[in-house]
C-alpha cells in the first residue's frame, strides 16, 4: 500500500509539473519516445509508452493538430505511420525536459546515490518477483 500511495503521489505532483510547463504526462511521454528513437512507427511508439494503439492514435491526433509532430507513410510499408517532431515539438520537448530534470532533482533531493542505486535495486526486483 505504501509504494502504490507513494507511486500515485509522485505520479501526480509530475503531471502537475509538466501542466505548470505547458504539457501533460501522455504529451511528454510520446514527445520523449519519438524523441528516442528515429522515425518511430505508431506501434512501436504505443509499445514504449505502454498505452494501447487507439489512446496513442488520439494522443498523436492532438498532438499533429497542435503542430507537434508529423506523420507520414512508411515508403517501405504503406500500412505504417512514421512519427517525428515539428521544429514546435522539439521546442516543447526541451522545455518539458527542463521540467522533468527539475522535479527529478527535487525529487531525489537529500538521498545519497548508493541508497538510489538501491531502491533501483529493489524497484527490480519487485517487478521481477511481479512478473514471474
Do not use: C, Y
Amino acid at each position: 500500500m505504501n509504494l502504490g500511495r507513494t507511486a500515485k503521489l509522485v505520479a501526480q505532483a509530475f503531471d502537475a509539473a509538466l501542466v505548470e510547463a505547458g504539457g501533460t504526462l501522455p504529451v511528454w511521454l510520446t514527445l520523449l519516445s519519438v524523441k528516442s528513437s528515429e522515425l518511430a512507427n505508431q506501434r512501436e511508439l504505443a509499445g514504449m509508452i505502454g498505452i494501447q494503439g487507439a489512446t496513442l492514435t488520439h494522443h498523436l491526433n492532438a498532438m499533429e493538430a497542435q503542430g507537434l509532430l508529423t506523420r507520414r507513410r512508411d515508403p517501405v510499408n504503406r500500412r505504417v505511420h512514421l512519427v517525428e517532431l515539428t521544429e514546435r515539438g522539439e521546442a516543447l520537448f526541451e522545455t518539458l525536459r527542463q521540467a522533468a530534470l527539475v522535479f527529478d532533482k527535487r525529487l531525489r533531493k537529500g538521498l545519497p546515490d548508493e541508497r538510489l542505486a538501491e531502491f533501483a535495486q529493489v524497484l527490480a526486483a519487485l517487478r521481477k518477483n511481479v512478473e514471474g
